[in-house]
């Protein structure tokens, strides 16, 4: 009986929507003086036919308007300030609410409606104020726990100098609204920010770890580190403008420390306060005062003056797979 039903009401829908394109068809053509003659000369039958199409093409309309008035609904834009907790929405502001009404989860649980449903706020007229930082866009995913907004200027957010545009903030179940238990997320710094005792000159990512340390990353512009130009480099630190944990990244053109030579590819790490340089296959080094390769599978390790202090299987030193190291594809070309 139900699919029955669909059939029949795709029938109507389907015979209302070409109406539709006729009765339309039909006006236009009246705006056509050749035309419009015949329809006169024709009146009845085509007042006749205009009418029975705008009947018929009615379950189309009624479903357009209903939808285009849902559409505005859910879209409001507000004549006055709104607050909810910590939020301060302005006048003006263009929202999107997820539910218009009240209703329950599968557990029976209510779930959030109106204003309280909130995912996104357009701040067009006057800009928002989140944490101190003006905003143009506001995002919230409150099942996920995650808000995102758009800043308008670089802004200092939690420790770490943030460039204009996207900063994304987790927050605890229900704390949507309570902006001061927002944690950063991540950010694109500023450029020229200092970082780890280094200029990192390039658009940086700052993100956060589950275990409350804090990763920044640089891909697309080679920063030096230790007097190695990497591309691109990785560091973790605990904390902002904390000590460094680790770092790696990959050599951006090949070069000689001390007796070995790498090819521009390989990565270097941070080990146990010394360099590890990790050769591949595709990317190897070379020991000048032999003039051999590195054996297969082992890594350098060189303190930061050059000098080698061992070269050691890479299950050794925690590399258990050399295809997920930090090697973009453009480089994966023997030097």
């Known amino acids: 009986m139900n699919m029955q039903a669909m059939l029949i009401g795709s029938m109507i829908f389907m015979v209302s929507l070409v109406s539709l394109g006729l009765l339309i068809v039909c006006l236009l053509a009246f705006l056509i003086p050749r035309f419009r003659r015949y329809m006169f000369a024709r009146r009845w039958r085509f007042g006749v036919l205009v009418v029975g199409l705008a009947v018929v093409s009615a379950p189309v309309v009624t479903i357009v308007g209903e ?25 003006g502001t263009q929202v999107r609410l997820e539910y218009l009404k009240p209703f329950n989860d599968l557990s029976g649980d209510p779930m959030p409606y109106g204003m309280q449903s909130l995912k996104h706020a357009e701040f067009d007229r006057a800009p928002g104020n989140i944490l101190g930082m003006r905003v143009r866009r506001l995002a919230l995913w409150q099942g996920h726990g995650n808000a995102t907004v758009e800043t308008m200027a670089a802004a200092d957010v939690q420790g770490w100098r943030c460039e204009p545009g996207k900063v994304e ?30 200029v990192w000159p390039g658009p940086v990512k700052v993100f956060s770890t589950k275990e409350g340390e804090w990763d920044v990353a640089s891909d697309d512009t080679a920063t030096r580190l230790l007097g190695l130009e990497l591309r691109p480099l990785s560091m973790r630190l605990n904390g902002p403008h904390g000590d460094v944990v680790t770092w790696s990244g990959v050599l951006d053109h090949a070069l000689d420390v001390g007796p070995i030579h790498y090819a521009a590819g390989i990565e270097v790490r941070s ?65």
Request: hydrophobic residues 40%; aromatic residues 6%; glycine residues 8%.
């Open 271 to 335: 080990y146990q306060g010394h360099l590890l340089f990790i050769p591949r296959p595709d990317m190897p080094a070379i020991d000048q005062r032999t003039k051999t390769p590195i054996e297969q599978d082992h890594s350098v390790v060189q303190r930061v003056t050059g000098e080698v202090l061992g070269v050691r299987p890479n299950h050794e030193v925690g590399i258990r797979n050399v295809d997920e190291l930090l090697v973009p594809d453009e480089l994966l070309v023997p030097n």
């Open 169 to 198: 903030f987790r927050f605890p179940s229900g704390a949507h609204f309570t902006l001061s238990k927002w944690r950063l997320e991540s950010c694109m710094l500023a450029p020229g920010s200092t970082v780890g005792g280094i």
């Open 67 to 91: 939808a285009w008035l849902d559409e505005r609904a859910h879209h409001p834009r507000l004549d006055h300030e709104e607050v909810l907790g910590e939020l301060v929405l302005p006048a």
